[in-house]
């Protein structure tokens, strides 16, 4: 049988080179031999047999067989593609993308795929949506996204229903429609989409396309916190520490504010060391909360900051430092934050961690005064008594700077 095989594909007949690629690639009736088999393959490929040349394509790309050259890769793709080969298709559409043996070229890219997509292929039908929706490789366009979103998922492409969920719940490419974007939402999360999930959670916590329904939030909210959601480990924090939908549970709360903290969620870092700093759901440990404060305020979040700024003025859970005091306080402060801006000034009064400097005290502690922290106001005005009218004009100045320079821009009409 074998014998007549290689007789007949010598013979030129091109099934049996086909043939003949297969079974030395697979070893089937034979010992395996890539080499051998990327030789039959050739050979049907000459003869413009299309599976021929993707397979011949698929060994010059990953080098089985042959030496890797992904020039030689995209040639024989292409023919198979103009074939109408869908893996070809994808595979030379991916090297354009990607820039692999041929230029980078994401129109041509994106001509392949749409081939296949046409074909109807879900995959690519929602590949083809997400370049749509972004203008990658075509002119964005966010109807033509919304159409290709929806021909993937009403084949259940997960990814392909929870875009459609988003077009309609943000107008995008359609007209805006909360419950159509409830229901796609839907499915996509009932096959497993956390994304898909946490927003149902956050619709039905919220009441929007739905009815308010804080224990079917939960529901939601949990089945993307397992699944490793950051943001629902966070609302889990939240619900059980708050009871909404859930019994109050504050050590529940710190273990969900934990999952998502050591995934850098700042928001869920200042939580937990809030959590470890008044004993709240967690044993009180000053030293485990400076290090989730530190981690949340690198991140710029502004309360972790003037907190951590606090703790090292006063030395709880680290060695006291003023100076180290005043660089977050500063960070806090230059963000606009009312309490940390008054820190600042206090410690340019006092002299904390920083050169006496009635300048910059007057400075912060007038911007913490107009940002609504009352405190500011009896200093700043005990401070002007012992200023010269240079120094408090300086320091107006310097103020009407720091707030021009945070000014949203704006262009002339």
Known sequence: MLIEKIKVA???????????????????????????????????????????????????????????????????????????????QYFLGRQYFNGEGVVADTTEAIKWYRKIAEQGDAEIQCTLGLCYKVGEGVVADK??????????????????????????????????????????????AEQGHPEAQFNLGVSYSQGDGVLQDKVEAA???????????????????WIYYKGEGVASDKAESAQWYRKAAEQGHAEA????????????????????????????????????????????????????????????????????????????????YKGEGVIEDFVAAYKWLFLAETSGDERAGGIRAKMAEEMTSEQISEAEAQVKTWQFEREPSSTPN
């Open 143 to 188: 109807a033509e996204a919304a159409q290709w979103f929806r021909r993937a998922a009403e084949q259940g492409h997960i990814e392909a229903q929870f875009q459609l969920a988003q077009c309609y719940y943000d107008g995008t490419g359609v007209i805006i429609d909360k419950a159509e974007a409830i229901r796609w939402a839907r499915k996509a």
């Open 269 to 348: 870092q200042w939580f937990l060391g809030s959590y470890y700093f008044t004993g709240v759901g967690v044993i009180k440990d000053n030293a485990e909360a400076a290090k989730w404060y530190r981690k949340a305020a690198e991140q710029g979040h502004v309360d972790a900051q003037r907190f951590l700024g606090s703790i090292y003025s006063l030395g709880a859970g680290v060695i006291a430092d003023k100076t180290e005091a005043v660089l977050w306080f500063r960070k806090a402060a230059e963000q606009g934050d009312a309490r940390a801006q008054y820190d600042l000034g206090n410690c340019y």
């Open 219 to 237: 529901k939601w909210f949990r089945k993307a916190a397992e699944q490793g959601d950051a943001a629902a480990q966070y609302k889990l924090g």
């Open 10 to 88: 010598e013979q030129g007949q091109v099934e049996a080179q086909f043939s003949l690629g297969v079974c030395y690639g697979k070893g089937i009736g034979m010992t395996a031999d890539q080499a051998e088999s990327a030789k039959w393959f050739r050979k049907a490929a000459e003869q413009g047999h299309a599976e021929a040349q993707f397979f011949l394509g698929s060994y010059y790309y990953n080098g089985e067989g042959v030496a890797e050259d992904k020039p030689e890769a995209a040639k024989w793709f292409r023919k198979a593609a103009e074939q109408g080969h869908t893996a070809a």
